[in-house]
């Protein structure tokens, strides 16, 4: 399909956001007015810029508030529109966007609306333009596309045709499976928005729609649905995205028009996956279809960015959490740490992408690796939704492992899913007896990562994460830290195999912004290791002298109160300092170490029955812990 983006979803200068659009290989732009309005140029230097850019203005938008009430007005409108032509001729673009109409003396009568869309339609036709009709969820009369339809269908008019955005019909809950059963070729344009479920949002969907709009992928909305649709009513025009976000418009241009493409990458290849409606019409363009979403069995390794010294420091914590030095690399300044099925590599070669990102960003996690049954099928997946792959110095007789960038730039690494997903041991010389060695029963497997992300980057993770590797995004969560909110968005595997929860908050001190701050971006905030007994493996760090964070002893009188649980049972967890949580499915019992130079931590979790929640209702305590750990360690 033709891929297009409205210039008002991207940030900075027109000509800034068209070479965005351009870079990330757009077909075609709509032209915001506001835009076009602010540029210091002509009409004709834009079009001389955009075909300069291999990009065609498919669409000049909006024209607002046609409709009128008297004759006068309605003269008006029409020399308004004939002004808007002239505009249109100098960009080179045939169509314009007419909204419908939200002033409170707007017309509601179809044959009215029909009489002077009429009119209008043949002054288009006279200029050789075309106007495609678009209902805006907040318009005073016409506000659902069936009105906007019923409008186009009476008028019958050749150059009128009407313009569909998911957003509009989504946003108040209309049913968009009737756009099946229009003509196809009175469907001139296709506008599409993701936004996430906001109970409020019907109610004053002017807000939600200024403020909340999102790529197809980061949001709720049935936008697959939407289009399936529209294809299977006959639509061949472009797809194009029209999103208006607070947050975007301050993004970086480049990165967030990738964003934007690998949106609709992913989107038609839903839609390809997605049965057409009955008797529909036959899908006339090519949709996307890149290899399926990886089969994804855990994480392979954890790698960690350090100097000397903090590797030092790393390295003696590591040890007291049960980890054993089990490898070193055969050809870099590398080491590999096990213990059970988790790996954790620290990094302290000189010339490489870890000290780069060391250099930038301290002590962190620079790069992930998961293991997968095809790791160069999800290579070509990464690379065909626009991630960029990445190569390394690779010394004699070593494996090349596929690895493409993360959103913040760090590396993800696809790895062999053969040998419990460590393949990659083959380019170290491992000790097996240290292995073999590891005190029993402390790390069994990642059980989820935890990362903390800078305001406005969790969108473009639940993207990254959806369309590259298939994962689902699950529950938002509101968590209580003492100085301010912070909020969860987890995201998982259908398995539960790769389970991450994104964090994000506003406020200065918490402890997500704190690491966020530390890090100068976003970083690995957690490690959650799943063991088979959380009580045993606690017990024994603490006998090994891990840094474990403190527990108020006020926690366990309240679980003696809030569940009935055996007063042995309690005993031991308020002895070992684990915390417990229970729902229907089953119970979750974890503990978390002291944080590693106030940059990250671990945690160490038990999952009994069916639990697949990670813990939240023991947040508050915890955080306000990790708050008086760090004043009493003046932090």
């Known amino acids: 399909m033709r891929r297009s983006i409205a210039t008002v979803s991207l940030s900075g200068m027109l000509k800034e956001k068209l070479q965005a659009a351009a870079a990330a290989h757009f077909d075609g732009v709509e032209i915001f007015e506001n835009d076009l309005l602010q540029f210091s140029g002509t009409p004709r230097d834009v079009r001389r810029i955009c075909e300069d850019l291999g990009l065609a203005i498919d669409m000049f938008q909006p024209f607002r508030d046609f409709d009128a009430p008297t004759p006068a007005q309605l003269a008006r409108s029409l020399e308004r529109a004939e002004r808007k032509f002239d505009v249109m001729a100098e960009l080179g673009t045939p169509l314009i966007l007419v909204c419908s109409n939200v002033q409170p003396d707007a017309i509601g009568d179809v044959d009215q609306l029909a009489e002077q869309f009429h009119q209008l339609a043949e002054r288009a036709a006279k200029r050789g333009m075309r106007i495609a009709y678009e209902a805006l969820a907040w318009g005073s009369q016409v506000k659902l596309f069936s009105q906007a339809w019923a409008v186009v269908e009476r008028v019958n008019h050749p150059n009128l045709g009407l313009a569909l955005d998911s957003f509009h019909t989504l946003s108040l809950r209309d049913d968009p499976a009737p756009i099946a059963k229009l003509p196809g070729d009175k469907i001139f344009y296709m506008q599409l928005a993701d936004a996430p479920w906001l ?61 934007a493409m690998r949106s609709l990458l992913w989107l038609e290849e839903q839609v390809r996956h997605t049965p057409p409606a009955p008797q529909a019409r036959p899908v006339t ?87 997968t049954v095809d790791a160069q099928a999800a290579l070509v997946r990464a690379e065909a939704l626009a991630c960029p792959r990445v190569t390394g110095r690779i010394g004699s007789d070593e494996l090349s492992i596929p690895a493409v960038r993360s959103p913040d730039g760090s590396l993800l690494y696809f790895c062999d899913a053969k040998q419990g997903g460590h393949s990659f041991e083959a380019d170290f010389i491992i000790d097996a007896e240290a292995l073999r060695n590891t005190p029993a029963g402390v790390g069994a497997r990642v059980d989820h990562l935890t990362q903390a992300l800078p305001g406005g980057q969790v969108e473009p993770w639940v993207l990254f994460y959806r369309a590259v590797l298939g994962l689902a995004p699950q529950r938002n969560t509101v968590l209580h830290d003492p100085y301010g909110i912070m909020r969860s968005r987890e995201i ?71 569940y009935e649980l055996d007063p042995a049972f309690l005993a031991a967890l308020r002895a070992a300092g684990v915390m417990y949580e229970r729902d229907a499915k089953g119970e979750f019992l974890h503990a978390y170490t002291a944080p590693f130079e106030d940059r990250f931590e671990f945690e160490f979790v038990e999952r009994r029955g069916a639990y697949d929640l990670y813990g939240s209702t023991n947040a508050p305590v915890r955080l306000a812990a990790l708050a008086e750990w760090r004043a009493s360690h003046g932090r």
């Open 285 to 371: 363009v090519p949709l996307f279809d890149p290899p399926p979403a990886p089969v994804l069995t855990g994480w392979s390794f954890i790698e960690f960015a350090v100097d000397p010294a903090t590797a030092t420091r790393l390295a003696g914590q590591l040890t007291s959490l049960g980890f054993a030095r089990i490898g070193r690399h055969r050809s870099k300044d590398v080491d590999l740490y096990g213990q059970g099925d988790v790996r954790i590599v620290l990094n302290l070669e000189q010339d490489s992408f870890a000290r780069s990102h060391f250099d930038v960003h301290g002590t962190s996690v620079c790069a992930l690796a998961l293991a």
């Open 199 to 259: 109970a409020w949002g019907p109610s004053d969907v002017l807000t939600y729609s200024r403020h909340y709009r999102c790529f197809p992928g980061q949001g709720e909305l049935d936008v697959t649905g939407f289009v399936r649709a529209a294809l299977d009513a006959g639509y061949t025009g472009p797809i194009s995205l029209e999103i208006f976000n607070d947050e975007f418009r301050s993004a970086p241009a480049r990165a967030n028009a990738v964003d």
């Open 492 to 562: 998982e595997s259908a398995d539960g195999a790769v389970r991450c929860s994104l964090m994000v908050s506003e406020r200065d001190n918490t402890a997500v912004s704190r690491s966020v701050s530390r890090f100068g971006g976003a970083g690995v905030q957690q490690i959650a290791i799943g063991v088979g007994d959380a009580i045993a493996t606690v017990t024994a760090l603490r006998q090994r002298g891990a840094p474990l964070l403190p527990v108020p002893h006020n926690y366990y009188d309240d679980l003696a109160a809030k």
